[in-house]
């Protein structure tokens, strides 16, 4: 009789505890217990861990259609950001443009706040939070980030394209608050990735020679050089490269995803497969070996 009630309390302990044990073995160190004493109020992120952040880089520096914007659109805005973003990481967006790196700000810079219905994260602690309250604050975070997505797409001109000095600029300062005391970083940079500046220019570097034969109006970038031939011929850029990539601690643990915008009008639409190899190879110069390039889909015909 004893041993039957002591396999009962055992197992009724096991049922009461177990799942809220496995739930909190799930969240991570710091993953805030309660919004209402854990989190800041202004920008909706753990007063004391550092979770996540995701930053998206995009490029405006050349003219874009609105099917592209369309594509877009669905990956760095709406549902696809909610899912692909845990509770608590931080959200930047920011914009390649005809500002220097060291004067552009972010267009947003917040936490991405828990939805109060799911699983994890999302949960409800009903200790301490109420449904209603947290579905509300969600709410409102929610309504920032479409606020953000209405006024986002704005095309603009710019005499250079900075690619790589904005992405320098993102790892190596500290204002852009992107170290590596974030247990997961992610940049998300939207991009034809044709670096055009006064030190290297890809639109050159990027013509094959049968391209060059071709009356100038009529040449397009259709097929890169390699990085190692890039570095040999561009030796300002290879001195600059050495002098102002980031040191390992600033790449530790960074994933990097890239979505590739073709531009019919300024490059050949298989120019993504030789440039793909290309910028792969000056990460990895960089230090830099978790990237992604998603090509965009073709949208004319």
Same mark, same amino acid.
């Given at each position: 009789m004893f041993k039957s009630f002591k396999n009962f309390s055992i197992l009724l302990f096991v049922f009461l505890f177990w799942p809220l044990s496995l739930n909190s073995a799930s969240l991570p160190d710091g993953f805030p217990k309660c919004f209402n004493s854990d989190i800041s109020k202004s920008n909706f992120c753990p007063l004391n861990a550092k979770l996540g952040?995701?930053?998206?880089l995009v490029d405006f520096t050349s003219r874009w259609e609105q099917p592209q914007i369309d594509w877009v659109k669905g990956r760095i805005f709406g549902d696809a950001l909610i899912s692909d973003t845990a509770p608590y990481h931080k959200i930047s967006y920011l914009k390649i443009n005809k500002n220097p790196p060291h004067s552009q700000k972010f267009v947003y810079s917040k936490c991405r706040f828990k939805k109060g219905t799911g699983s994890g994260g999302d949960k409800v602690n009903k200790k301490c939070e109420g449904i209603d309250q947290v579905k509300n604050i969600f709410g409102q975070w929610k309504?920032?980030?479409?606020?953000?997505?209405?006024g986002f797409f704005q095309n603009e001109k710019a005499d250079?394209? +900075?690619i790589y000095e904005y992405i320098v600029?993102? +790892?190596r300062e500290s204002g852009a608050d992107f170290g590596n005391d974030y247990k997961e970083r992610e940049l998300v940079i939207v991009s034809d990735l044709m670096q055009y500046s006064k030190r290297v220019n890809f639109f050159k570097h990027c013509k094959s020679a049968a391209m060059l034969l071709k009356p100038k109006k009529q040449q397009k970038a259709d097929k890169c050089k390699s990085f190692a031939r890039l570095i040999k011929k561009e030796k300002s850029f290879a001195n600059? +490269?050495?002098a102002t990539k980031?040191?390992?601690s600033m790449v530790k643990g960074l994933k990097v995803k890239v979505l590739f915008i073709n531009h019919a009008y300024e490059h050949e639409q298989d120019l993504y497969v030789t440039l793909e190899k290309l910028w792969k190879d000056m990460f990895a110069y960089m230090g830099i070996n978790?990237?992604?390039?998603?090509?965009?889909?073709d949208f004319k015909s």
């Open positions: 952040h995701k930053i998206f309504t920032q980030i479409n606020d953000v997505e209405k250079q394209s +900075l600029h993102i +790892l600059y +490269l050495d980031p040191n390992s978790n990237v992604e390039i998603v090509p965009q889909i």
